[in-house]
């Protein structure tokens, strides 16, 4: 089946640092991936899809970036880290384009900008 | 405008009863529609997908209007275990973009 490792679970940062957050796939190849944040009490919001490797659509303008090296790892960063950006922040993945597919979600990241 | 959008609620109701929640969307090229749940912070977990057809699993039932571009969930027989948030989702053709509601906060009360 698929899965999703996502890491870290929680993480608290300084305003200002930079923030690398990755997750990889296990169980299937050429997914689609997805970045998504969730304020407190929130839906969530997509920040960045990618179809493919290096292919990297961006939803929100913002300090975020995201990047895909590879099939199966997606990389979420900033250079510098505002306290907007706190937030819980999941991972995603969909295989297949046909209808009715079921995404697949990492643990998500709990971050805490102070 | 939203693409996907939900009431937030909360909805609080009591044990037994029967809820229903709505969701529109404002891409009418979407091709496929999901509802899921999420528990207190933790990742999504998918309920049910949502046929034209319309579908039904156990006490759960969803329903999909194209022509007014919104889908419906209705929980029967309400249980403690139903509190939860519940997310519509729409994604586009080809699966590239899935683009959630803002939830919508359901609290079974005893």
């Known amino acids: 089946s698929q899965t999703i490792h996502q890491w870290p679970a929680t993480l608290v940062q300084p305003v200002g640092s930079p923030l690398s957050l990755e997750c990889t796939v296990e169980g299937t190849s050429n997914p689609n991936l997805y970045w998504y944040r969730q304020a407190a009490g929130r839906g969530l919001q997509l920040l960045f899809y990618s179809v493919g490797i290096g292919q990297i659509s961006s939803e929100v303008p913002q300090n975020l970036s995201a990047s895909r090296p590879q099939d199966r790892q997606f990389i979420l960063s900033s250079k510098k880290l505002l306290l907007s950006d706190s937030g819980f922040y999941l991972c995603?993945?969909?295989?297949?384009?046909?209808?009715?597919?079921?995404?697949?979600f990492g643990q998500g990241t709990r971050l805490t900008v102070v | 405008r939203k693409e996907v959008e939900q009431d937030p609620g909360p909805f609080n109701v009591p044990e037994g009863a029967t809820v229903a929640f709505n969701c529109t969307y404002s891409?009418?090229?979407?091709?496929?529609f999901f509802w899921y749940r999420q528990d207190c912070r933790k990742e999504p977990k998918l309920l049910m997908s949502?046929?034209?057809s319309g579908n039904e699993d156990g006490r759960f039932t969803a329903q999909l209007n194209r022509a007014s571009q919104y889908i419906s969930l209705l929980i029967r027989d309400s249980k403690l275990s139903d509190s939860a948030t519940y997310l519509c989702v729409a994604s586009n053709f080809g699966n590239e973009k899935l683009t959630f509601g803002t939830g919508t906060r359901l609290t079974i009360i005893p």
């Open positions: 949502v046929y034209s």
């Open positions: 995603a993945g969909i295989k297949g384009r046909s209808m009715n597919t079921e995404a697949f």
């Open positions: 891409n009418s090229a979407s091709q496929s």
